[in-house]
């Protein structure tokens, strides 16, 4: 809003604007909440500079898609049954979403807002929460004690028009309890000498946010009505009275200031010549620079107010920046170093500490994701890159020099580059180096090279892989058994084998270990082998071996192998009875409860 100073005779009109002030916390003499900014709209007012700055909007999507990653994953060695509860969870966190939607939707209104707002809702048997729910943080009003939540859609605009909400459209909800598991989870982000709701980290550079909504807006309309510039009105019948001069400036001001209004015509009445205001152009001869020197101004202190070094990594071209492959790393290492896992951390604790109230641990990770932009500089750099410089990478020697046994080297190395790198890589390097490294006891992430691997793999190697896994069945004794051939659906299939089972067999003494481990057997529906033929040398080892093998471990062997062996085992066989081919042979994974002996 404008202020003015009082028109004095032959005084100049000068119109001042206010700056940006920041949001009060006042408590309603009539409603139960603590009001939120002028008017309970300070929320509206972040998600308008969000949804209005283009590089506000960019930079705050692009911390969201670092920060999320490529979502949830487990910590290794879990128990299977914690397991399995823990993946149905991920997988329907609500009705609507999984956690990773549930992870991206709360990392956006931290974003935003700095706090998230979790509904939690209890099992049936108040055991536990069988439900975690969003809600959108510029939807929540606290009472005074924060132990009363109100929600509402429209707090303070409706149909763009200034709107206070009817009770009956107030939801009331109570904070989280960790006793009952109900309620609403709070978290608000600290900051000094912040009052009972959140402020934006990005507080101090919202005045450039809002130049650079209004920048665009005033080029729009000067598009819009013609590129018309700023005038002075000087009025030349005699001086006004102080309040007729208050009523001419709001009328001018309504009608022509700010940038909706620029480029517009300015239409004035007179009685002649003589008394016919005079207009006059303010703007200088480089208009058009200063206006571009404004918006770089606003770009840069929007980034310095994100905290951000290198806008590249969020899709923003600026000058003087080459955007090679070293800057854009350098400039990952700092923003992910010094921003993103920050952020992470604070998301895992919250979840870690949702999930522990179930019984389930802390077992939630997030996966990293590498800007795009590192990995598509890199395909310049593969053209230029000869065959020996890509083995160096590596550690190898040049492909005519005798080679030294440096496999392990070499895989830690693969281990190290994105996918695209590591493909170009294992095509310059020998069926032998290849075949070396898939019978190390960790192979390299990433299907590309798993794949590449598993081409120059025999039936030989895949059993040596086989050979290095699992433990001797005599070491267990084995309580139940059951057979799984749909490994899709075998996580259900456990929880309710895992209930049969201590259902209906003794007690095991609390001294043994009791977990689910897998044996490679005939299926009892198998048709018997046709005269003369006779198992593959990989069925047979596999059953001669007769051990025990975790989850973990076939998942590793169909990372080595190249394909998924919980569903192929041997590979394709021909059915004889039924004249049909399947892509599994006449084995299966037996899935065992067993306990130490």
């Known amino acids: ?45 972040l998600l ?49 979403d999984s956690a990773d939607d549930l992870l991206y ?60 909400p009817k009770k009956e459209e107030i939801k009331i909800l109570k904070s989280f309890n960790p006793e009952t598991f109900s309620g609403v989870f709070l978290f608000d982000q600290y900051r000094p000498g912040g009052g009972i709701y959140p402020l934006p980290e990005y507080l101090g ?63 004035v009445f007179s009685d002649g010549k003589d008394s ?72 895992l604790s919250i979840f870690n500490y949702l999930f522990s109230l179930n019984g389930l641990g802390e077992p939630l990770r997030i996966k990293d994701i590498e800007p795009v932009g590192f990995e598509m500089s890199e395909s310049g750099l593969l053209q230029v890159l000869t065959k020996d410089e890509l083995r160096e990478m590596l550690g190898l020697e040049p492909a005519e020099k005798p080679q030294n046994d440096n496999t392990e080297k070499t895989l830690t190395a693969l281990n ?30 990433g299907g590309v090279i798993s794949q590449k691997m598993s081409k120059n793999l025999t039936e030989d190697d895949k059993i040596n892989i086989f050979s290095s896994f699992g433990e001797q069945k005599s070491k267990y004794k084995i309580h139940s058994s059951i057979d799984i051939e749909d490994r ?20 095991i003494a609390p001294t043994s270990t009791v977990r689910v481990m897998w044996s490679y057997e005939l299926r009892a529906t198998a048709p018997a082998l046709m005269p003369g033929g006779k198992s593959r040398a990989f069925c047979k080892k596999l059953i001669s071996l007769d051990r025990l093998y975790t989850r973990s471990d076939i998942d590793t062997i169909s990372s080595r192998v190249g394909y998924d062996v919980w569903k192929m085992r041997g590979g394709f066989y021909h059915n004889p009875d039924l004249d049909v ?13 067993v306990s130490n002996v």
């Open 48 to 96: 308008d500079l969000f949804n209005q700055s283009g590089k506000h909007n960019a930079i705050v999507t692009g911390k969201v898609h670092y920060i999320k990653g490529r979502g949830f994953y487990l910590d290794e060695g879990l128990d299977p049954k914690i397991e399995s509860k823990i993946l149905t969870l991920i997988k329907n966190i609500n009705e609507i």
């Open 416 to 445: 190290s580059l994105s996918p695209l790198v590591a493909t170009k890589v294992l095509d310059t390097m020998t069926d032998n180096e290849i075949r070396a490294l898939a019978q190390l006891p960790a192979t390299a992430e």
């Open 205 to 267: 550079c919202i005045p450039y946010i809002e130049i650079d909504i209004q920048i665009a807006n005033f080029h729009l309309n000067n598009l819009k009505n013609g590129f018309s510039a700023g005038t002075m009105i000087s009025f030349n019948n005699g001086q006004p009275e102080s309040e007729k001069a208050k009523i001419i400036e709001a009328k001018l001001k309504s009608k022509h200031a700010g940038t909706d209004n620029a480029g517009g015509v300015v239409v």
């Open 1 to 45: 809003m404008a202020k003015s100073r009082e028109m004095g005779e032959g005084s100049v009109q000068v119109i001042k604007f206010e700056s940006v002030q920041l949001p009060t916390f006042v408590e309603s003499k009539t409603d139960d909440w603590i009001t939120f900014g002028k008017d309970n709209g300070y929320p509206q007012y």
């Open 488 to 507: 899709d659906d075998s996580y259900v299939k456990e929880l309710d084998f895992h209930k049969q089972k201590f259902a209906d067999e003794p007690v």
């Open 276 to 347: 016919a205001p005079t207009i006059a152009q303010l703007q200088s001869n480089n208009f058009d620079k200063l206006w571009d020197t404004l918006n770089q101004t606003s770009q840069q202190e929007i980034f310095t107010g994100h905290k951000i070094t290198s806008p590249m990594l969020f899709g923003i071209k600026t000058e003087g920046q080459l955007g090679g492959n070293s800057e854009i790393r350098e400039a990952w290492e700092l923003l992910k170093n010094g921003y993103v896992m920050a952020k992470q951390h604070m998301l």
């Open 581 to 593: 081919t399947t892509d599994y042979c006449r084995h299966i994974w037996k899935q065992n409860v």
């Open 105 to 164: 939707k709360t990392t956006t209104d931290l974003e935003v807002f700095s706090g998230i707002a979790i509904e939690v809702i209890p099992r049936k048997d108040k055991k536990g929460w069988a439900q975690l729910n969003h809600i959108d943080r510029s939807t929540i009003r606290f009472s005074k004690d924060k132990k009363t939540i109100f929600v509402c859609d429209k707090w303070s605009v409706k149909d763009n028009q200034s709107y206070k």
